[in-house]
C-alpha cells in the first residue's frame, strides 16, 4: 500500500517536496515512481528510481527541477520539486513495480495535489 503526501498550493518558482510511505517489508524489491495527472490530461510518467536508488530517470518536462529519492530503511520515496511552474499543476501519484525498465505500476498511491499558482 502506498500513501501519498505533501502536496499543497504553491506560487510559481516555490520548492515542494512530495512524500509516499510504503506498507510491507519487501519496499527495496520495488523500482519506485511519480507520476501525474492534469486537469484535462492524461496521467503522465514524471521519474522513477530503482530498487536501491542508484538509477534514476526523469521526464524531459521535469528534468534538472526534480529529484527522486528514496529511503529503504524508512520505506519512503520523495519528490523534490524546485522552481516549479504553473504547468507542474496536477495530482501526482507514487506508484511501485517490480521492473524499473519497463515500469507501468502494480501499485498505486491515492495521488496528492499540487497547484502551483503563477
Known amino acids: 500500500q502506498l500513501q501519498a503526501s505533501g502536496g499543497g498550493l504553491v506560487q510559481a518558482g516555490d520548492s515542494r517536496k512530495l512524500s509516499c510511505a510504503a506498507s510491507?517489508?519487501?519496499?527495496?524489491?520495488?523500482?519506485v515512481g511519480w507520476f501525474r495527472q492534469a486537469p484535462g490530461k492524461e496521467r503522465e510518467f514524471v521519474a522513477k528510481?530503482?530498487?536501491?536508488?542508484?538509477?534514476?530517470r526523469y521526464a524531459d518536462s521535469v528534468k534538472g527541477r526534480f529529484t527522486i529519492s528514496r529511503d529503504n530503511a524508512k520505506n519512503t520515496v520523495h519528490l523534490q520539486m524546485n522552481n516549479l511552474k504553473p504547468e507542474d499543476t496536477a495530482v501526482y501519484y507514487c506508484?511501485?513495480?517490480?521492473?524499473?525498465?519497463?515500469?507501468?505500476?502494480?501499485?498505486w498511491g491515492q495521488g496528492t495535489l499540487v497547484t502551483v499558482s503563477s
Open positions: 510491507g517489508r519487501t519496499f527495496s524489491s520495488y523500482a
Open positions: 528510481t530503482s530498487y536501491s536508488g542508484s538509477a534514476t
Open positions: 506508484a511501485a513495480d517490480t521492473k524499473y525498465s519497463e515500469f507501468v505500476g502494480n501499485y
